[in-house]
């Protein structure tokens, strides 16, 4: 990925507020890879592990931020998340990461073309959140893409 593109996401990130207060950052592990990592002291719940709605934030944020990525601009298009649903696997007790998995590049194929010839295009995006290095909750989305008017 290019330092344009990683720039761009990272200024998409500075400019949504929640994701300031909760201490959500975008990691690169190197050029092509990445993860959201959050901290358990800002996310926590009211039994010390972690809260479900900032889990689910950050599986979310991290299927937006795969769909960008297979956009030829995603500054060209809106990004939403239609439908979604979490299976929550085990306490959270500790910082907290989510990845998201590349989706097959038939389904990719099929999402970049319906956004470049009919302005618009949808998604099914899979993250895991992990805690310790172990899967903590399963996280599948369906985003959609619409051209900007314009």
Avoid at 22 to 40: N, Q
Avoid at 68 to 73: E, R
Avoid at 78 to 98: C, E, H, K, L, R
Avoid at 113 to 130: D, I, N, P
Wanted: net charge negative; hydrophobic share 40%.
């Amino acid at each position: 990925m290019d330092e344009n593109t990683r720039s761009l996401l990272h200024q998409w990130l500075a400019g949504i507020v929640p994701l300031q207060a909760l201490g959500i950052e975008l990691v690169w592990t190197d050029p092509d890879h990445w993860h959201i990592s959050a901290p358990l002291p800002l996310n926590r719940n009211h039994m010390g592990t972690g809260f479900g709605g900032s889990i689910a934030t950050v599986a979310t944020l991290a299927g937006w931020i795969q769909t960008s990525l297979l956009l030829d601009d995603p500054n060209d298009y809106d990004i939403v998340i239609a439908n979604s649903s979490v299976t929550f696997q085990q306490p959270v007790t500790t910082d907290f990461i989510a990845t998201a998995k590349l989706p097959s590049s038939r389904d990719v194929t099929r999402f970049q073309k319906s956004a470049r010839e009919r302005q618009q295009g949808a998604l099914t995006v899979h993250t895991e959140v992990f805690c310790n290095t172990q899967p903590a909750a399963q996280f599948s989305g369906r985003f959609v893409a619409q051209r900007k008017p314009g």
